[in-house]
């Protein structure tokens, strides 16, 4: 009991001739990992990260890496191509590296059309390279013959329209 005693007036001599008062934060030192044979701080794994580091690590390992490039067009569509377009034109399906969009009207699918190639390099501006290779485009939905919940299947009536 007494060597412990000893041992303890020891320690808080040493402290106090250091500057250091009971209750006072001591200063840690901190290990840098990196050197050769060392390892990394424990605690850095700890430490508060960048969301966007974090982010593309949890992506990549997870696999998500074409789920998001898929959501990063869809998701953009708007700035990709402009209100004025994005007003008239809308994303049906992407499937692969296959957008396919539907035009409201006949004369937007045809500007749709043309303006394929500068849609495809803005694509590639903003959301990454290989994300997209094709644009199909769709006219207007025709209009659908079938009215209320109780209406018969096949053609019915109109079966003499072709």
């Known amino acids: 009991m007494e060597a412990a005693r000893e041992a303890l007036s020891r320690a808080r001599r040493t402290a106090r001739d250091k500057g ?3 209750g006072s934060p001591g200063r840690a030192r901190r290990r840098r990992g990196g ?13 508060p990260q960048l969301l966007g580091d974090e982010m593309e690590r949890l992506v990549a390992g997870r696999g998500w890496a074409g789920e998001v490039q898929v959501g990063g067009v869809v998701g953009r569509w708007r700035a990709i191509v402009g209100d004025q377009v994005a007003d008239q034109v809308e994303v049906v399906a992407f499937e692969g590296s296959t957008l396919t969009v539907r035009a409201r009207s006949t004369a937007w699918a045809t500007q749709m059309r043309l303006l394929t190639s500068t849609v495809l390099a803005r694509i590639e501006e903003l959301v990454g390279e290989g994300v997209v290779a094709e644009i199909v485009v769709q ?3 025709g209009p659908h013959w079938r009215k209320g ?3 018969s299947g096949g053609r019915g009536p109109r079966d003499t329209y072709g």
């Open 139 to 141: 006219g207007p939905a």
């Open 20 to 22: 250091l008062r009971p």
């Open 35 to 47: 050197g050769a044979g060392e390892e990394p701080d424990p605690r850095a794994r700890r430490d």
């Open 149 to 151: 919940p109780l209406s």
